[in-house]
């Protein structure tokens, strides 16, 4: 079974190093093959290196697909993934602040 949906980035930064760290630590829990989709492009969404080439910035609309067994508990973990408050960007804005 696949399921798609739609995601918008909430991360200030984009998916840059640390949403990257915890997309991937969610997903390797579960068996789909995973990917976002940006521009035709198809990423693997459980390689870290792979998202953050996607180079996805806050605000952009990215498609996300699950195939698998467990393909819908997945898309339902990442989708609260992607609503969580997230107060990580506010302690990198304060990066070489004293």
Known sequence: MEITCKLVVPWQYGVHMRPATKIVKLLRNFDSETYFSIH???????????????????????????SGS???????KLKELFSEEDDDDDEESQIGAY
């Open 40 to 66: 035709s492009e198809k990423y693997n969404a459980k390689k870290i290196l792979e998202l953050i080439s996607m180079e996805a910035y806050c605000g952009q609309k990215i498609k996300f697909s699950a």
């Open 70 to 76: 467990d393909a819908q508990e997945v898309v339902e």
